[in-house]
T-cell receptor, first 113, second 117 residues
Framework: NAGVTQTPKFRVLKTGQSMTLLCAQD?????MYWYRQDPGMGLRLIHY???????AKGEVPDGYNVSRLKKQNFLLGLESAAPSQTSVYFC????????????FGPGTRLTVL | AQKITQTQPGMFVQEKEAVTLDCTYD???????LFWYKQPSSGEMIFLIY??????QNATEGRYSLNFQKARKSANLVISASQLGDSAMYFC??????????????FGKGTKLSVKP
C-alpha cells in the first residue's frame, strides 16, 4: 500500500517550458488536491477534484491546469513556467468533506530559472 | 472568510517536557474540522490529529492532544513528553462544508519546534 505518490521528486525548468506533475493514490479516495508550499506561506490550494472527470479551482489556480481522467490519478500541468512557480508541490487525497483527513504525497520540488 | 493563525514562528522545548503550540481560527460556519500536520526536515506532511466542530471531547492520539476551546476559536496542539524526533514544523489547518467548499484545507503559516536534549 503506497498511499499517495508523486512523480517527479525534483525538477528544474527554464522559463517558458512546460511540464506535468503526476499524483497517484491507491486508497480509492474520491477527492484529490494539489497544493503549493512557499517559504513562510504555509500550503495553498491550487486545484482540486471531487471525482473522476471533475476539477475545480482553489485559492491560487492561475498558471496551472489539471486533469483527472482516472480516479487514482491527478495531473498538474504548467503550460509556460514562470520563476514565480518555483515552489514545493504537494498532492493529497481524501474520502471527501470537512471531516475527512487528507493524506499527502512526499512533494515535488520545482525550480524555474 | 475562513482564517487560521499560528502566532509562534518558532519554539524551543526541553526533551521530555510538554509543549503547547497555539492555533486560532475564524469561521462563521457551524460545521468544520481542525487538523494538525507535522512536517519534518525531510519535507513530507504527516497527519497527527483531528477535531470536529461538534466533538464534545478533546481529541487525543498517543502523545498528541488537541485543546479545543470552541468559544475562543482555538485549537492548540499539546505534545507530551517531547522527543528529539518531534523537532519539525507543525501546521494547523481547517476545513469546512459550506459555501461550496469540498473539504478544502486552509493552513496556518506553521510553528517550528526545536527539542533540546
Amino acid at each position: 500500500n503506497a498511499g499517495v505518490t508523486q512523480t517527479p521528486k525534483f525538477r528544474v525548468l527554464k522559463t517558458g517550458q512546460s511540464m506535468t506533475l503526476l499524483c497517484a493514490q491507491d486508497m480509492n479516495h474520491e477527492y484529490m488536491y494539489w497544493y503549493r508550499q512557499d517559504p513562510g506561506m504555509g500550503l495553498r490550494l491550487i486545484h482540486y477534484s471531487v471525482g473522476e472527470g471533475t476539477t475545480a479551482k482553489g485559492e491560487v489556480p492561475d498558471g496551472y491546469n489539471v486533469s483527472r481522467l482516472k480516479k487514482q490519478n491527478f495531473l498538474l500541468g504548467l503550460e509556460s513556467a514562470a520563476p514565480s512557480q518555483t515552489s514545493v508541490y504537494f498532492c493529497a487525497s481524501s474520502w471527501g468533506g470537512a471531516t475527512d483527513t487528507q493524506y499527502f504525497g512526499p512533494g515535488t520540488r520545482l525550480t524555474v530559472l | 472568510a475562513q482564517k487560521i493563525t499560528q502566532t509562534q514562528p518558532g519554539m524551543f522545548v526541553q526533551e521530555k517536557e510538554a509543549v503547547t503550540l497555539d492555533c486560532t481560527y475564524d469561521t462563521s460556519d457551524p460545521s468544520y474540522g481542525l487538523f494538525w500536520y507535522k512536517q519534518p526536515s525531510s519535507g513530507e506532511m504527516i497527519f497527527l490529529i483531528y477535531q470536529g466542530s461538534y466533538d464534545q471531547q478533546n481529541a487525543t492520539e498517543g502523545r498528541y492532544s488537541l485543546n479545543f476551546q470552541k468559544a475562543r476559536k482555538s485549537a492548540n496542539l499539546v505534545i507530551s513528553a517531547s522527543q528529539l524526533g518531534d523537532s519539525a514544523m507543525y501546521f494547523c489547518a481547517m476545513s469546512w462544508n459550506y459555501g461550496g467548499s469540498q473539504g478544502n484545507l486552509i493552513f496556518g503559516k506553521g510553528t517550528k519546534l526545536s527539542v533540546k536534549p
